[in-house]
């Protein structure tokens, strides 16, 4: 259900994508759908932080703590960045459509946001950044990356690595 929404709203968008355009992509019954999720903004979210989940999961695999946590960094936010230019249309689609949602997607984005900052306090060290610092920074990162795929860049995204590592690292140096 949740490749059928991204492979539904990616083209036309959350607002115009229906329910029977993602049961189509599932290929399954209104009824499976209904039985998984409340409406299409259920599954939105769902779809959201499943894909918000894969890409720290990638952020997470890229630290290596043998390395300076400058190096572990860059990598780090080359794997993330690298993530999210594989899937542009469901980047597009995630970042721009969850905040149609009104406050419930907002709610969603601000909980992804606040994991991502929460893992690089733990990464980084509370002596070394805050809680709030952290989800500026995330912020920033995710701004970056919206500008891009609103640019059509979004295959570009590795580009911005040094530009996000040095966010985080100014971010830390206080």
């Known amino acids: 259900l949740l490749e059928g929404m991204a492979h539904a709203v990616a083209p036309k968008g959350y607002a115009d994508t229906t329910i029977a355009d993602i049961v189509r992509e599932a290929s399954v019954s209104r009824r499976t759908f209904y039985e ?56 597009r ?14 709610a969603a984005r601000r909980a992804v946001n606040r994991e991502i900052a929460d893992y690089m306090v733990a990464v980084v060290g509370h002596e070394r950044v805050t809680p709030d610092m952290a989800m500026a920074v995330v912020g920033g990162i995710h701004e970056l990356v ?13 580009q911005l ?8 690292k100014a971010g830390v140096r206080g």
């Open 161 to 168: 690595t040094k530009t996000a590592a040095g966010l985080v």
């Open 36 to 91: 998984h999720f409340d409406g299409k903004a259920a599954c939105l979210i769902a779809l959201y932080e499943a894909a918000s989940r894969n890409a720290l999961k990638v952020l997470r695999e890229a630290i290596d703590p043998s390395h300076a946590w400058e190096e572990q960094l860059d990598r780090a936010i080359g794997a993330y960045l690298g993530c999210m230019a594989a899937e542009p249309a469901l980047m």
């Open 146 to 158: 919206l500008q891009a795929i609103e640019d059509g860049k979004a295959d570009e995204l590795p």
């Open 93 to 106: 689609t995630l970042l721009i459509e969850i905040l149609h949602l009104g406050p419930e997607g907002l």
